[in-house]
């Protein structure tokens, strides 16, 4: 083998094992973390708990139960993209509630997303809502 061939060989094993940001994958992706975390997430714990991140940087999360109600607002990455950071506000019926929360991403896939509270560590795994 050539000198050449084994630099491009290894240079192609480090390349595929050097890509994953996330824990759970995937290891290498044609889409921005952007283009992939831009969507309407569905909850798989809670089929009523709605997540929207949109390219803008706005986001909205709905819950669509008994007692439907909407929250409104931004998100952003964490400058190494590890992390989600959400500040959305609504009205519940009594008064304007606003939550800031911080995610630390677990998954990032077109079709799946898994994310862990940076605080209370429970982890939730959101679908393409259909």
């Known amino acids: 083998m050539s ?5 491009i060989n290894l240079f192609v094993v480090f390349f595929l094992f050097s ?5 759970n994958g995937p290891s290498i992706s044609l889409r921005s973390k952007k ?10 714990y809670d089929n009523d708990e709605i997540f929207e991140f949109k390219e ?3 986001c909205e999360l709905y819950y669509l139960s008994d007692l439907p109600f909407k929250y409104e607002g931004t998100w952003e ?10 500040n959305v506000s609504g009205n519940i019926g009594f008064g304007t509630v606003t939550i800031n929360d911080t995610y630390n991403i677990i998954e990032l896939r077109k079709d ?8 209370f560590s429970y982890e939730n795994c959101f679908t393409p809502y259909e």
């Open 3 to 7: 000198m050449k061939n084994l630099f």
């Open 35 to 44: 283009q992939r975390i831009c969507n309407i997430w569905q909850s798989n």
């Open 112 to 119: 799946r997303l898994c994310i862990e509270d940076a605080i």
């Open 56 to 58: 803008d940087g706005s």
């Open 19 to 23: 890509c994953g940001k996330y824990e």
């Open 77 to 86: 990455f964490s400058d190494d993209k590890s992390q989600i950071s959400t």
